[in-house]
């Protein structure tokens, strides 16, 4: 110190830079919630201080101050960006010199979650394998649990891995990471997977149960045919009278006759059918005739 003093007064600068160093506030640092102090130190003799991040200089920003003639060098509010690595450059008139380089930790995260199933699908059969992967952004590196339906399973890490679904697995699958620096967490989207049961879904129909459909099939034509001939027909029959003389020869009137055959012949009569031989056919054709009054003139 006196030395130093007794230069100053005699006018000489002579005391070479050395020894620069660089004190850190800390290093372990949160994204968006951390600033960070360096403070550079050196012996010498009339001393400039400038601070390098990476090969730029800084300047004084909203984020960033200095103080202490340059010496102090104050981030606010770091961002992922901010790691360095940092020097510190001290010169007087004789030299310089550039402090080792400080990088800075800084966690941040997690961000940006993804989650993908290992074949993009939505529907799966039972007994399938599904892997389904989680990532994010995120320094250290997150850690990730996994979710059906919002109900939190057992599983933990980047990877779920679901062999031989069944049906029950069905629902909305999603992953939250959780960053334990930052102690910040991000949910993914929720991903369908729905499991359908392997089997034909005609298979849980018996022989007994397709008769049945199909008598109920001829029960409701039978019923339909029914309703025909006590409400419709009258009203039809009322309609082509009041048509005019060419009734009688009007395709429509024909099919409103064989529908009667046929009704009588599917009820167990020995009614013949004439040329036209299928009284199921006629039945099908008549009982959906009275909907389609248009197409009726076609025929
Ligand atoms: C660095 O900072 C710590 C506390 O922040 C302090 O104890 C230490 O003396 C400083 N070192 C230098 C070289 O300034
Ligand atoms: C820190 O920076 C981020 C983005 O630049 C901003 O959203 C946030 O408000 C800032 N926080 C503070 C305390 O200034
Ligand atoms: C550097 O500046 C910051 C704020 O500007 C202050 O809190 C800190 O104590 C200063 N450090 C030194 C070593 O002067
Ligand atoms: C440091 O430089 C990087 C680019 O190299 C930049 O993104 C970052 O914002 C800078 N940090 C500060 C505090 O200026
Ligand atoms: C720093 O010193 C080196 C030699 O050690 C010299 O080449 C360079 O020009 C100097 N820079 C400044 C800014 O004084
Ligand atoms: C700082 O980081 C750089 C790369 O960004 C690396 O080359 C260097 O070795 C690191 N320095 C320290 C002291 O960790
Ligand atoms: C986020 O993810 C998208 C695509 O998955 C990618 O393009 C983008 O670069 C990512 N952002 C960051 C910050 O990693
Ligand atoms: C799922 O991951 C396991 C390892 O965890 C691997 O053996 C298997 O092949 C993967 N299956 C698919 C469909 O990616
Ligand atoms: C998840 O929700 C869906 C729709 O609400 C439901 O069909 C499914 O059974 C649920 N899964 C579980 C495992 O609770
Ligand atoms: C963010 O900063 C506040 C105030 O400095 C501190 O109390 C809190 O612990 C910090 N959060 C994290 C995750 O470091």
Redesign the pocket.
């Known amino acids: 110190m006196k030395m130093t003093n007794i230069i100053i007064i005699l006018g000489i600068v002579s005391v070479p830079v050395s020894s620069v160093t660089v004190n850190v506030s800390s290093t372990d640092l949160?994204e968006f919630?951390?600033s960070v102090s360096l403070s550079c130190s050196s012996s010498g003799s009339s001393l400039s201080f400038l601070w390098l991040n990476r090969s730029s200089v800084f300047t004084a920003t909203d984020r960033v101050q200095l103080t202490d003639g340059g010496r102090n060098l104050t981030i606010v509010n770091v961002s992922r960006y901010d790691q360095g690595p940092f020097n510190c450059r001290v010169s007087n008139a004789v030299r310089n010199k550039t402090s080792k380089a400080v990088n800075l930790s800084i966690n941040y995260g997690p961000g940006n979650i993804t989650l993908k199933t290992s074949l993009a699908l939505e529907f799966y059969v039972t007994g399938s394998n599904v892997n389904l992967s989680c990532s994010a952004v995120s320094s250290p590196t997150a850690q990730f649990t996994w979710f059906l339906n919002r109900t939190k399973l057992p599983d933990t890490g980047p990877e779920l891995t679901l062999t031989n679904i069944q049906t029950s697995q069905s629902g909305d699958y999603s992953c939250q990471a959780f960053n334990t620096?930052?102690?910040?967490y991000q949910t993914s989207q929720p991903s369908p997977l729905i499991v359908l049961e392997h089997q034909p879904l005609s298979h849980g129909c018996s022989g007994g149960c397709i008769a049945g459909i199909v008598i109920a099939a001829v029960v409701v034509v039978d019923v339909v045919i029914l309703v025909y001939f006590l409400w419709i027909k009258p009203d039809a029959a009322a309609r082509t009278g009041g048509e005019g003389q060419d009734n009688t020869t009007s395709p429509q009137k024909q099919e409103l006759e064989y529908a009667h055959i046929s009704f009588q012949n599917t009820d167990g009569g020995t009614v013949q059918m004439g040329p036209e031989d299928n009284p199921t056919q006629y039945a099908e054709i008549n009982a959906y005739r009275p909907h389609e009054p248009s197409s009726m003139t076609n025929l």
Request: no cysteine; hydrophobic share 30%.
């Open positions: 949160v919630n951390s620096k930052t102690l910040r």
